[in-house]
């Protein structure tokens, strides 16, 4: 379980500094002069001292996603019930999302081996799926729902699907969110996942139970944006339409310009910049290949693509002796482009499909 130790430094405190401080980055390369000794309208004290306890509060609410990572996938992987293991191999990957959105939101947060991480929670699921325990955690958890109804008696009026309000949630589940089940009888399985989604107990209204105290307010659950209203509302309109397109039977190509096409449209506006933007989402799916392999850096996937290597046959077909010529390149990630590179199911694509049916 090496890779525990690899999402601890998921935080880099020292690229919080720059923010801290106050000072301006250097200007990029190809700056003109004219630009490069403009200089910045220098910052009041009130407005350092904004923004050092702002980039102090996004520190601190990176340090809780790692810790919640970390902690979350040691469970997962030291606990003997499957239930615990499922719960919280999906969890550290819920934070891992958070996680990914806050440095998307802050420049001045960065993720280390973001990849290396996900692919390693991405292999432990595969593990766990193989192992049975996800069958096993799903098994709990519809039984636990049909004792809640047994025992909750005239309070429950049934059971009501909820979907897992993500853009990897597939639309064969999203369509059936709000779905309604009654009787004794186990109900349907629509989620072939645990995280996919869950069957709830669905009280009935207060009125239906003989109370004039009025009813609460309207509910709401969570989504991969925050809390929206309990129905999905227009948030799961958005992933409908978004999962139509990313699940026709068109080749990668054809369905990333039609993805491009519908969240171009202006009512999915919002949506789009609170997901991080539109290249954000079209990443979430269709990936470039050398974004994927784990633990290489960003510099490194830099020079891939500046020399050409963009996809795994390219890659493959360069000598173990070029890519140990590159600096930062050792056995290790030598290694690990290989494994990526074999297991790799579009040797020409210079783009990955990660999209779940």
Known sequence: MSFL?????????????????????????????????????????????????????????????TEQINESLKIAHNSVNPETKVFRLEFARTKLAQFQKLAADNPGL??????????????????????????????????????????????????????????????????????????????????????????????????????DAGEAPMETMPSDIGQIPAHGGDYLMFLKAVRRVVEREDSTQERLAALEH??????????????????????????????????????MVNYFGEHGLTTPEKIMNVPDGELLSIKGIGPAKLKAIRIACKHAAAKESELVDRVER
């Not at 880099?12 to 301006?24: F, I, N, R």
């Not at 949630?169 to 089940?181: A, D, I, K, N």
């Not at 919002?270 to 784990?294: E, M, N, S, V, Y």
Request: proline fraction near 8%; charged fraction near 25%.
């Open 262 to 299: 519908e969240l171009a449209k202006p009512e999915w506006q919002d949506f789009c910049g609170k997901l991080g933007g539109r290249q954000a989402i079209h990443a979430a799916f269709f990936p470039r290949f050398i974004d994927t392999i784990p633990g290489l850096p960003k510099t």
């Open 5 to 65: 130790k690899s999402i601890l430094h998921l935080f880099d405190p020292s690229s919080s500094e720059q923010e801290k401080s106050g000072a301006s980055a250097p200007p990029p390369a190809g700056t003109p002069p004219s630009e490069k000794t403009a200089q910045p309208q220098k910052a009041t004290p009130d407005e350092r001292k904004q923004r050092r306890a702002r980039a102090d509060f996004i520190a601190g609410q990176a340090a809780i996603l």
């Open 110 to 211: 960065t993720i280390k081996n973001q990849e290396g991480v996900k692919a390693a929670i991405d292999q432990m699921a595969s593990e766990f799926t193989a192992a049975g325990y996800y069958a096993q955690a799903d098994a709990s958890a519809k039984n636990s729902a049909r004792r809640g109804m047994e025992a909750a008696g005239d309070v429950v009026s049934g059971l009501k699907f909820a979907a897992t309000m993500q853009l990897r949630t597939p639309y064969r589940v999203l369509r059936r969110h709000g779905e309604m089940h009654y009787g004794n009888e186990p109900p349907p399985a629509i989620a072939t996942k645990i995280w996919m989604g869950v069957w709830l107990p669905k009280i009935k209204s207060l009125r239906k139970l003989g109370s």
